[in-house]
């Protein structure tokens, strides 16, 4: 998040422009101009957000920002993350956050229908395994959870968990997709032939990002070169030249 107000070498180098105006125009014209700052503050986090996310970022990514614009009485502009959803998805301020500021993510929507189906249990995360069928983002391609779940709830067994896997695999084996522990590691498998493909793994430890994604430096650049000649413009504007 970066706020954008009436401050430092700004207000000094304009004080004399500000002058020749009709006091009443002052305000105004720095409203406008912290607001289209801001404007093109979001425009360029979009735009990195494509170059840093692997596949590009998606549209629900993308739009992801919002904009605080800057009034008379408050004189400070805003670009931050939403933190709000119409969807009852993840909280786009919940998953961007650590690719802002790099740590732990927070659980996702598939890992809590996953959890509500018994299949993670305590504090368990799901990871995408090798064989995951994903989109051009990288993410569990749409659709999949839901057929996965459908798969493992006619066939998964709680008890499965303290058993062999070759209990596991007879359970769900008329099922694409099973949950099983095979060797070390429980998940969530693919059925092909004798050879099962991880699709989810499940962990103990809450996967962790490294930071991608900039927010405010890439912000505090607009802000440097847009500002001043964003509000000279408006200035020359109200004195008529």
Known sequence: MLEVRRSGRYA??????????????????????????????????????????????????????????????????????????????TLPEDYLFPEVYGGQRKEKRFERAMRYAGLLQGREYAVLGEEAPVDSFGNLKRGEIQ???????????????????????????????????????????????????????????RPVYRQRLDFEATARRAAERDFAPTFNRLLLKAAGR
């Open 147 to 205: 057929r996965i779940l459908t798969a493992t709830r006619s066939a998964f067994d709680p008890y499965q968990r303290k058993t062999d896997s070759a209990r596991s695999r007879r359970n769900a084996k008329n099922a694409p997709y099973f949950a099983a522990r095979i060797g070390r590691k429980w998940g969530v498998w693919k059925r092909d032939g004798a050879d099962p493909r991880p699709i989810l793994i499940f962990v103990t430890k």
């Open 12 to 89: 000094a180098d304009i004080g004399a422009d500000l002058r020749a105006l009709v006091t009443t125009e002052q305000p105004k014209i720095l409203a406008q101009a912290l607001t289209f700052t801001v404007q093109r503050a979001q425009k360029d986090i979009v735009e990195e957000m494509s170059s840093v996310f692997e596949g590009g970022a998606t549209a629900y990514t993308k739009a992801s920002t919002r904009i605080e614009p800057a009034s008379v009485a408050k004189l400070v502009a805003r670009v931050a993350v939403k933190d709000r959803t119409t969807n009852n998805g």
